[in-house]
């Protein structure tokens, strides 16, 4: 039965697609069977991140509404056979998403994959709400940023209150991800530091992915960067993430792609 | 080949302008015909179900868009039961007796 995972932050901008794609296929590489569901309605964009914006027939809503089931909608990766996608729609209303639809849809994928990663819209409206409802555990994506990290707080708040989790009683994990670190500027104090932002959110930390032009670069050729370039600093990041979320223990560093001398001393004072 | 390719960086700026131009020339060719292709599913399928019983279930629709020619693949799974129908019923469009096989 899989796990139901939400990536969610409130702020738009701070990597939860980025960060879907790229352990989405960080899980399939390692032979998890993983389906990404994307649920901003009306603004898709992991389709584009996983490279199969050329071949969406059905969507989320599609099968929401019964115009096609479930396994009609999903779209198999070309680079991973254990990789799927489920795209939203484009043209629709975000309203056409229902509560019913949503939980029948999860209730059908959770036995056949090990993983289903919701990625949620910014926000905190419908589609966003809808993303976290049915989740077994929330990576709330977070950058080392003021607004971003108020924003977390009240996603956290959400995510306690209004999960059917959470409304059955039960504590809902969340784990934070840090995205676009960048360890120098923190180490010099023009950015806020790891700790400061666990001071303030107080969930335990799941990674730290570095600032990187991999991550663009990656976007650019439509293949998460776990995928493109496994080497760079972000790649390893997400893939000690997605090692972290099967439960091994991966010490926390933060990987980098220079060697310079300064980037070794704040990397590891930041770490 | 570029110098840069030469040195191993990737120009991957490039692939994404026309991922772009591939993806929103067939967004904004179809306003409002988003739905195009389950509609030609539909319409597909009934043509076919004419002549041999489909179970809508076992219809696998795949569709690769290009920016020169798009395909459109549909998978029908009919089952053995049913070419048996096809055979009795309507032998004009038994391939075998066609000498297609």
């Not at chain 1, 796990?3 to 879907?20: I, M, P």
């Not at chain 1, 389906?35 to 027939?57: P, S, T």
């Not at chain 1, 806020?192 to 730290?208: A, S, Y």
Request: aromatic fraction near 4%; charged fraction near 25%; charge should be positive.
């Amino acid at each position: 039965m899989a796990h139901v995972l939400v990536v969610t932050s409130g702020k738009g901008g701070v990597g939860k697609t980025t960060s879907t794609a790229a352990l989405g296929a960080a899980l399939a590489r390692g032979g998890e069977r993983v389906v990404v569901i994307d649920f901003d309605v009306g603004l898709r964009n992991l389709d584009l991140l996983m490279g199969a914006e050329r071949r969406v027939v059905y969507d989320l809503i599609h099968v929401v509404q019964g115009t096609a089931k479930v396994s009609q909608a999903l779209i198999r990766d070309k680079r991973i056979d254990t990789l799927f996608l489920l795209a939203a729609s484009q043209t629709r209303d975000k309203d056409a998403l229902t509560e019913d639809g949503v939980e029948r849809v999860i209730r059908e994928l959770r036995p056949f994959f090990d993983w289903i990663i919701c990625d949620s819209p910014a926000g905190i409206e419908r589609g966003a709400s809808l993303a976290m409802r049915y989740a077994d555990s929330a990576i709330v994506v977070a950058n080392a940023e003021v607004s971003s990290v108020r924003d977390s707080d009240r996603i956290i708040g959400l995510l306690d209150s209004t999960t059917a989790k959470a409304k059955h009683g039960q504590q809902m994990e969340k784990y934070l991800l840090l995205t676009r670190y960048d360890a120098i500027r923190a180490g010099r104090g023009e950015m806020l530091g790891v700790e400061d932002v666990l001071d303030i959110l107080c969930i335990p930390l799941l990674g730290i992915i570095p600032e990187s032009k991999e991550v663009l670069n990656a976007s650019n050729m439509g293949t998460p960067v776990t995928l493109s370039n496994p080497a760079s600093a972000p790649a390893r990041a997400y893939s000690d993430v997605a090692r972290r979320l099967k439960g091994e223990e991966v010490p926390l560093v933060v990987p980098s792609d220079k060697s310079g001398l300064l980037n070794k001393l704040f990397g590891r004072r930041a770490a | 080949m570029r110098l840069m390719d030469l040195f191993g960086r990737q120009r991957t700026a490039k692939t994404a302008q026309h991922r772009l131009q591939v993806l929103l020339m067939h967004e904004r060719a179809a306003p409002g015909r988003a739905d195009l292709i389950p509609l030609l599913r539909e319409d597909i399928l009934a043509a076919i179900g004419k002549h041999i019983p489909v179970d809508s279930d076992k219809v696998q629709v795949r569709v690769e868009r290009g920016d020169v020619v798009s395909l459109l693949e549909i998978d029908i799974e009919i089952s053995t039961l049913a070419q048996h129908l096809l055979q009795r019923r309507a032998p004009v469009f038994d391939v075998r007796q066609a000498g297609m096989r």
